[in-house]
């Protein structure tokens, strides 16, 4: 779409906004008779910038306002409005307001926004259901984020959908949070990578033009009391681990809008802080587009600075925390200008153009089915390359002597066990508006397998068990559901899942494990079973993906992106109320989030503490081996490279995503090593290659994978050790001097 500006562009180009003489602002002519043609807004020859000045200087205050609102600014015909109830507003003390406002200036476009964790949202069937983004971060495969991304706009484009409130971004902190299967990993770097990828992706085809808007920013790490919750955190945290991700997202990526999230931040909410919106994400991170509010997160106008100059530019939905009326109350006493008017509008409009949704028109009328066979194929890839092999003892793949297979628990089948959940995998996360039907793995397993297969559903343990006993080998699909509006009471398995593991690996000593959680999960039975495959929420094409991995048709390539604790007692927030949940001191009605673990979120937290998690950051097996050896790192003025050879050990192909980990000097104050890159390599048995991680002076610079932060990014001076290796827990080691 475009690439972010420099600050004194930008500046330049809001400058000459608002500048615009009073003579110019007069209303546009009538869109009946007007020939698009000859607007100066849809030359296709002007930049974005200069078509933005151009429709602003054409428009009424009003019409400029009409920006400011999903609603009026998504509607350009659209002229009655009604206010809607600020949520710390009681029902019966909110009297909603109808009021009009003129029509658009003409040729402006009709604009849908959608979510999309893993389907196009609130668009009925016919759509394609892909794995959750903790899968796709898994992966660890930009190429393949970028994929899905082209995919979602795709199918987004044809339900009449042309801006993406996509992907979102968190850091991981605590792994209950109910969203963490919706984001990409613990770590700022991978996160923002993968998030830019796919912005990439959605905004990839010019014919279907569709903008990608991040969210929630920032330092949103829990459902419980999102809307009334301060997370407080210190500067150098904030923007070494939550500000980050995007950060990079913004400079790697093609991203139109940042929606700010519901929480508090030091006290100020998220949609208000000037802290947060103007000075880091606008003069900071250098952000020209555009910044809209969660669905009804709280700001104000009385808050000073107002919301509208602290940075924010639309709110999402209805008219609710400002109306145009209230705006011009504000500008006639001074307290807000027109300026901040036409600077909020100048970011929506330019965003929007330089996205192409001014120049190709949003269909007529959404497709019924939007799903293809290459979007169904790709389900199935995400689905095989995010799944993550924690454990293999020698059970898989699966034996063709293994001629008797159980199959057992509830979300292994499309007939829900009684009294538990639809069997998709899909169905476990409980966002709404997402459809959930999908090929189940016993069906899939039974197509594949080369004997019988029998099912239990696990309601009954005494049959699991039976069924297990009878079986050479046994697998048993455990689960977790979550979602958004809470946060989970744990991270064990739902469905008494862990006993009925328990008894079923008692009952036969070949028993294989397939998780299904959006994230870390305990696991008190791991030394019973011989395998576990963690498949995640896989999507529509969870069975297929599947039974390929436990055959050994596809080999498993994925790799953590969480750190998975032994038990709960050792997360960051163990043991401190004030980390998480929070809690409500000197009177405050508003719960406070104390981030004072600071840094140490999670590797760097197991790390730092010397706690050794149950599976590292990093890690994941597949159906052969590999070996490291003959590391070398050269630093230099065009940045930095890391060199090692990397062997296939084993007896099949396979694909390792190899990782360098680097650890800043010790003046730095960093707690731990931090991830500074990665590439996946793929390798016949036996063959071994040189990899090079290459890292030029731009990505050492716009991802800070050096710096630390003090008041500025800093670069510090002294010895940098880098390591390399299948996981956080890293098999060589190499040092480079800054000086």
């Known amino acids: 779409m475009h690439l972010r500006p420099t600050a004194r562009r930008l500046a330049l180009a809001l400058a000459a906004v608002l500048a615009l003489p009073a003579a110019q602002l007069v209303p546009a002519p009538a869109a009946a008779d007007t020939d698009c043609a000859r607007v100066p807004w849809m030359n296709t020859h002007r930049s974005p910038e200069q078509r933005a000045r151009a429709l602003l200087a054409a428009s009424t205050l009003d019409q400029r306002l009409r920006w400011l609102d999903e609603q009026s600014a998504n509607n350009p015909a659209q002229t009655t409005f009604t206010t809607a109830r600020p949520r710390e507003v009681p029902p019966d003390q909110f009297?909603?307001?109808?009021?009009?406002?003129?029509?658009?200036?003409?040729?402006?476009?009709?604009?849908?926004?959608?979510?999309?964790?893993?389907?196009?949202?609130?668009?009925?069937?016919?759509?394609?259901?892909?794995?959750?983004?903790?899968?796709?971060?898994?992966?660890?495969?930009?190429?393949?984020?970028?994929?899905?991304?082209?995919?979602?706009?795709?199918?987004?484009?044809?339900?009449?959908?042309?801006?993406?409130?996509?992907?979102?971004?968190?850091?991981?902190?605590?792994?209950?949070?109910?969203?963490?299967?919706?984001y990409l990993g613990e770590d700022p770097v991978l996160s923002g990578l993968m998030a830019a990828a796919y912005s990439r992706g959605v905004g990839a085809n010019p014919a279907e033009p569709v903008e990608s808007v991040l969210k929630h920013f920032v330092a949103n790490e829990q459902e419980i009391d999102r809307n009334n919750s301060s997370s407080n955190v210190d500067g150098r945290t904030l923007r070494e681990i939550y500000t980050l991700p995007y950060?990079?997202?913004?400079?790697?990526?093609?991203?139109?809008?940042?929606?700010?999230?519901?929480?508090?931040?030091?006290?100020?909410?998220?949609?208000?802080?000037?802290?947060?919106?103007?000075?880091?994400?606008?003069?900071?991170?250098?952000?020209?587009?555009?910044?809209?509010?969660?669905?009804?997160?709280?700001?104000s106008l009385a808050d000073d600075p107002p919301s509208l100059r602290a940075g924010l530019d639309q709110e999402l939905n209805a008219w609710r925390y400002w109306t145009p009326m209230a705006i011009k109350d504000l500008i006639a006493q001074g307290t807000l200008r027109v300026a901040d008017v036409d600077e909020a509008a100048y970011r929506i409009v330019r965003a929007h153009i330089a996205a192409g949704l001014f120049d190709v028109p949003r269909i007529a009328a959404p497709d019924a089915d939007v799903s293809t066979p290459a979007s169904v194929a790709l389900a199935k890839t995400l689905a095989e390359r995010g799944a993550v092999l924690l454990k293999n003892d020698g059970a898989l793949p699966l034996a063709a002597s293994a001629r008797r297979i159980a199959v057992i628990g509830p979300t292994a089948a499309n007939t829900p066990a009684t009294g538990d959940?639809?069997?998709?995998?899909?169905?476990?996360?409980?966002?709404?508006?997402?459809?959930?039907?999908?090929?189940?793995?016993?069906?899939?397993?039974?197509?594949?397998?080369?004997?019988?297969?029998?099912?239990?559903?696990?309601?009954?343990?005494?049959?699991?068990?039976?069924?297990?006993?009878?079986?050479?080998?046994?697998?048993?699909?455990?689960?977790y559901q979550e979602g958004e509006f809470a946060d989970r009471p744990n991270i064990a398995l739902d469905g008494n899942g862990d006993a009925l593991i328990e008894a079923v690996a008692a009952a036969n000593p070949n028993t294989v494990v397939v998780l299904q959680t959006g994230g870390p999960v305990t696991m008190p039975w791991l030394d019973d079973v011989k395998g576990v495959l963690e498949v995640w929420y896989a999507g529509e094409q969870v069975g297929p993906a599947t039974a390929?991995?436990?055959?050994?048709?596809?080999?498993?390539?994925?790799?953590?992106?969480?750190?998975?604790?032994?038990?709960?007692?050792?997360?960051?927030?163990?043991?401190?109320?004030?980390?998480?949940?929070?809690?409500?001191?000197?009177?405050?009605?508003?719960?406070?989030?104390?981030?004072?673990?600071?840094?140490?979120?999670?590797y760097r937290w197991y790390a730092a503490q010397g706690v050794a998690p149950l599976f590292p950051f990093g890690h994941g097996l597949t159906y052969t081996s590999f070996a490291y050896r003959d590391l070398r790192v050269e630093s230099g003025r065009d940045g930095l490279r890391v060199r090692f050879r990397l062997t296939n050990t084993g007896q099949r192909a396979g694909t390792e995503t190899a990782q360098a980990y680097v650890e800043l000097p010790a003046a730095a104050g960093e707690p731990a090593k931090r991830l500074l890159g990665w590439q996946r390599v793929t390798l016949a048995p036996g063959r071994s290659t040189t990899v090079e991680i290459r890292l030029s002076a731009a990505d050492l610079a716009d991802l800070h994978l050096l710096q630390h932060w003090d008041g500025r990014w800093t670069t510090a001076k002294g010895r940098y050790t880098v390591t390399v290796g299948g996981s956080f827990d890293t098999a060589l080691s190499d040092r480079f001097t800054l000086r």
């Not at 998709?424 to 594949?448: E, F, G, W």
Request: charged share 15%; aromatic share 8%.
């Open 421 to 479: 959940v639809d069997a998709s995998s899909v169905c476990l996360h409980t966002a709404p508006n997402i459809p959930c039907t999908a090929a189940a793995p016993l069906d899939a397993i039974t197509a594949r397998a080369p004997g019988t297969v029998a099912y239990a559903d696990g309601s009954d343990v005494a049959a699991a068990v039976a069924t297990a006993a009878a079986a050479d080998v046994a697998v048993v699909f455990g689960y």
């Open 95 to 182: 009297t909603p307001v109808t009021f009009t406002m003129p029509a658009q200036v003409p040729c402006t476009p009709t604009i849908q926004y959608t979510d999309a964790p893993s389907a196009i949202a609130g668009a009925g069937a016919g759509v394609t259901v892909f794995p959750a983004n903790v899968s796709l971060s898994a992966s660890w495969d930009t190429a393949l984020a970028r994929a899905k991304g082209v995919a979602m706009g795709h199918e987004a484009w044809r339900k009449q959908r042309n801006v993406l409130l996509g992907p979102g971004i968190a850091s991981g902190r605590d792994p209950r949070s109910g969203r963490t299967s919706e």
């Open 548 to 602: 390929a991995l436990l055959f050994g048709d596809a080999a498993p390539s994925g790799k953590l992106t969480h750190s998975f604790p032994r038990s709960e007692a050792d997360l960051p927030t163990a043991g401190h109320p004030d980390r998480y949940p929070g809690v409500f001191v000197d009177g405050s009605t508003v719960r406070q989030v104390d981030y004072s673990e600071g840094l140490e979120v999670g």
């Open 247 to 299: 950060e990079i997202a913004i400079d790697r990526g093609d991203v139109g809008g940042v929606m700010c999230s519901y929480n508090q931040v030091n006290h100020a909410w998220a949609c208000g802080s000037r802290q947060l919106l103007d000075r880091i994400l606008k003069r900071e991170i250098g952000f020209d587009g555009w910044t809209v509010s969660d669905f009804g997160a709280r700001h």
